[in-house]
């Protein structure tokens, strides 16, 4: 218990970590031990000099990020049963070891016990990304854990951490491999093949956390003409084209998106006349286009990135998909999904509800969708359920 600084709670503050949420936020605490150092570990203290939880400290609201509500050293076997723990639970969900993709989150942050933590596999890559400074910080203990877990899965860790890391801690950090270095970075995802492109791209290079929502679509594709909107690797287009539609056409803001939409389609398909791209505005090509499409997918960045910014993005999110509703043919599918951590179920869902008042539709919900299993929700942490999305049939 002496072997980490301290920080001490106010008075009554202790009240959500004894329900294991794993956040002290900056006005909980009263005194932080002399000399503590942003992402160093620390144990966590009640105002009546109770144990109760051991992370990483960070500047910011959120000042430590809890690792552990055990008394316990945050070492190498910290670390391997961690790992071990999260491979496993991938393993019983046929990610891992899976003869249909080789691409899965391994680490999912809070959703795995690990905030400030993210792991995606790519075949024989996984890509590592810290959010937090103390993550940073360890990055090469974990990495040396991780190869030893993962047994022969992996052979090469990229860290990717330049976007993702607080700024103002200077800490000169930079992209590139721990171990190994490989220049193979195509991965599959049910039995689909996917350039992922971990050195430029977003996230870790690929959104993985659509991947079943993408088998959905594939399922409703059969002779329709889709849009893709924002496109990004155009994953929903290649599992569209599976699929069987008729056309599909992938739109990006992004040359290099579009680009790369437009290799995925090659790497799947020897022949993808059915398949067109366009580099242009999301809300400049739907003003144009008439009622040609009866599938239409809106999967946006994130609108709402901190909670000042959700009154914007709820309105954002009901003009894209007034819009939408606006265009699609009678009988039409329209995918819609919000990534933004701070717009909630219903807030997502009161914004489509407008959207379908203001093009005076007829609108009757299929599904209600959400991110996969490999990326999980700590149940004591509901701020990780980020990914919202809805199924929609338009008459």
Same mark, same amino acid.
């Given at each position: 218990?002496?072997?980490?600084?301290?920080?001490?709670?106010?008075?009554?503050?202790?009240?959500?970590?004894?329900?294991?949420?794993?956040?002290?936020?900056?006005?909980?605490?009263?005194?932080?031990?002399?000399?503590?150092?942003?992402?160093?570990?620390?144990?966590?203290?009640?105002?009546?000099?109770?144990?109760?939880?051991?992370?990483?400290?960070?500047?910011?609201? @959120?000042?430590?990020?809890?690792?552990?509500?055990?008394?316990?050293?945050?070492?190498? +076997? #910290?670390?391997?049963?961690? !790992? /071990? *723990?999260?491979?496993?639970?991938?393993?019983?969900?046929?990610?891992?070891?899976?003869?249909?993709?080789?691409?899965?989150?391994?680490?999912?942050?809070?959703?795995?016990?690990?905030?400030?933590?993210?792991?995606?596999?790519?075949?024989?890559?996984?890509?590592?990304?810290?959010?937090?400074?103390?993550?940073?910080?360890?990055?090469?203990?974990?990495?040396?854990?991780?190869?030893?877990?993962?047994?022969?899965?992996?052979?090469?860790?990229?860290?990717?951490?330049?976007?993702?890391?607080?700024?103002?801690?200077?800490?000169?950090?930079?992209?590139?491999? @721990?171990?190994?270095?490989?220049?193979?970075?195509?991965?599959?995802?049910?039995?689909? +093949? #996917?350039?992922?492109?971990? !050195? /430029? *791209?977003?996230?870790?290079?690929?959104?993985?956390?659509?991947?079943?929502?993408?088998?959905?679509?594939?399922?409703?594709?059969?002779?329709?003409?889709?849009?893709?909107?924002?496109?990004?690797?155009?994953?929903?287009?290649?599992?569209?084209?599976?699929?069987?539609?008729?056309?599909?056409?992938?739109?990006?803001?992004?040359?290099?998106?579009?680009?790369?939409?437009?290799?995925?389609?090659?790497?799947?398909?020897?022949?993808?006349?059915?398949?067109?791209?366009?580099?242009?505005?999301?809300?400049?090509?739907?003003?144009?286009?008439?009622?040609?499409?009866?599938?239409?997918?809106?999967?946006?960045?994130?609108?709402?990135?901190?909670?000042?910014?959700?009154?914007?993005?709820?309105?954002?999110?009901?003009?894209?998909?007034?819009?939408?509703?606006?265009?699609?043919?009678?009988?039409?599918?329209?995918?819609?999904?919000?990534?933004?951590?701070?717009?909630?179920?219903?807030?997502?869902?009161?914004?489509?509800?407008?959207?379908?008042?203001?093009?005076?539709?007829?609108?009757?919900?299929?599904?209600?969708?959400?991110?996969?299993?490999?990326?999980?929700?700590?149940?004591?942490?509901?701020?990780?359920?980020?990914?919202?999305?809805?199924?929609?049939?338009?008459?």
């Amino acid at each position: 218990m002496d072997k980490y600084r301290k920080v001490y709670l106010r008075k009554g503050k202790e009240q959500s970590l004894d329900r294991f949420h794993p956040w002290v936020f900056s006005g909980a605490i009263a005194h932080v031990d002399d000399g503590v150092d942003e992402g160093e570990v620390v144990n966590v203290f009640s105002s009546d000099g109770r144990f109760i939880a051991v992370g990483h400290y960070q500047i910011g609201s @959120i000042s430590v990020r809890v690792l552990s509500f055990d008394d316990c050293d945050i070492d190498s +076997k #910290f670390w391997s049963a961690s !790992l /071990k *723990g999260a491979l496993e639970m991938r393993i019983a969900l046929g990610l891992a070891d899976s003869s249909a993709g080789d691409t899965y989150r391994l680490v999912h942050g809070e959703g795995d016990f690990l905030p400030g933590l993210v792991i995606d596999v790519y075949g024989k890559t996984a890509v590592m990304q810290a959010h937090s400074v103390g993550m940073h910080m360890m990055r090469n203990d974990i990495a040396r854990e991780l190869m030893a877990v993962m047994g022969g899965r992996i052979d090469n860790i990229y860290y990717k951490s330049e976007t993702t890391l607080p700024f103002k801690a200077e800490l000169g950090q930079e992209d590139g491999f @721990i171990c190994g270095g490989s220049a193979d970075n195509v991965a599959v995802e049910n039995g689909l +093949k #996917f350039y992922v492109d971990w !050195l /430029k *791209g977003q996230k870790t290079g690929f959104f993985i956390d659509q991947r079943d929502n993408r088998s959905l679509l594939e399922h409703y594709s059969a002779g329709r003409n889709v849009l893709n909107m924002f496109c990004y690797t155009g994953g929903f287009s290649v599992y569209a084209m599976r699929g069987g539609a008729a056309s599909v056409h992938s739109v990006d803001s992004s040359a290099k998106a579009i680009e790369l939409t437009e290799k995925n389609v090659e790497l799947n398909f020897s022949s993808h006349e059915r398949h067109a791209a366009y580099c242009e505005d999301a809300f400049k090509y739907l003003d144009k286009v008439a009622d040609k499409y009866n599938l239409i997918i809106l999967d946006p960045p994130a609108f709402a990135k901190h909670r000042g910014a959700l009154h914007n993005a709820l309105k954002g999110y009901t003009r894209l998909n007034a819009k939408a509703l606006e265009k699609i043919q009678p009988g039409g599918i329209l995918f819609t999904f919000s990534c933004s951590q701070v717009v909630t179920k219903d807030n997502f869902r009161n914004a489509v509800f407008t959207a379908a008042t203001v093009a005076r539709r007829k609108v009757r919900i299929l599904h209600q969708l959400h991110q996969p299993a490999d990326h999980p929700i700590n149940i004591y942490h509901p701020e990780g359920e980020y990914l919202k999305g809805l199924v929609l049939y338009v008459e």
